[in-house]
């Protein structure tokens, strides 16, 4: 099966701080994406990324940033963490475009 | 772009029911239609997917059926269980979503409660 791995389930930042989000993933997929979750939004895309050292804004880029230097790791940056980031992020990917999506559990990020 | 809705938001059924989730979709070109089932402090896992050259697919007790000339597409529970109680996702690909060629676009969710 597919493993996504977030490092951490739980991380509660200040304002202002540059927050570091890991994923990783064990397929070798090419696509790697993530989403933040809010209650009646459902999941949005922050950026996505189709190769190694490649990415692309998804619908709500603004705040964050990405890096992906390896193929299973995908990072994304709070360049400087707001309130109103305080969400549940998830983090996927998939083998190739149009293909299902694999998710790991989240993170949940509290900004105060 | 594509635009995904889905109704209801929230479902309730007594143990043993039917449920039905159902979605539409905006981009004709859409051609992969995945559902996700989410269970609390998890990520969502991709339970059954359906794309456009089929009308029709099962899985035990899950079907999804997809009608493309509405655009609409359907997820079918027969015999619910309580462990069916979670937060479900559809989605659909787009391949004509500009740079974002073949990303998932998410319906915002349907909470089924399923009653014992």
């Not at chain 1, 603004?62 to 969400?87: C, D, H, M, P, W």
């Not at chain 2, 159902?22 to 559902?35: H, I, L, Q």
């Not at chain 2, 079907?63 to 509405?70: G, H, I, Q, R």
Request: aromatic residues 10%; contains cysteine.
């Amino acid at each position: 099966d597919v493993k996504v791995t977030q490092s951490s389930r739980y991380l509660v930042k200040r304002t202002g701080e540059k927050v570091f989000l890991e994923c990783v993933q064990d397929m070798d997929h090419e696509n790697m994406f993530w989403y933040r979750q809010d209650p009646g939004l459902g999941l949005r895309l922050i950026y996505f990324s189709y190769d190694v050292k490649m990415k692309e804004k998804g619908d709500i880029p603004e705040g964050y940033s990405v890096s992906r230097e390896k193929k299973e790791r995908f990072s994304l940056i709070l360049e400087s963490a707001s309130t109103n980031q305080t969400s549940m992020y998830l983090c996927a990917s998939s083998s190739h475009r149009g293909q299902p999506q694999h998710f790991g559990d989240g993170t949940r990020l509290s900004i105060l | 772009g594509e635009n995904v809705e889905q109704h209801p938001s929230t479902l309730s059924v007594q143990e043993g029911d039917s449920a039905v989730i159902k979605c539409t979709y905006s981009d004709s070109a859409s051609n992969y239609f995945p559902w996700y089932k989410q269970e609390l402090g998890k990520g969502p896992q991709l339970i059954i997917d359906i794309r456009s050259n089929v009308g029709e697919k099962k899985d035990q007790r899950i079907a999804v059926t997809l009608n493309k000339t509405a655009k609409h597409f359907s997820l079918h529970i027969t015999e619910t269980q309580p462990e069916d109680s979670a937060v479900y996702f559809c989605a659909a690909s787009s391949m004509n979503y500009g740079g974002s060629q073949g990303n998932l676009i998410f319906g915002k969710g349907t909470k089924l409660s399923v009653k014992p």
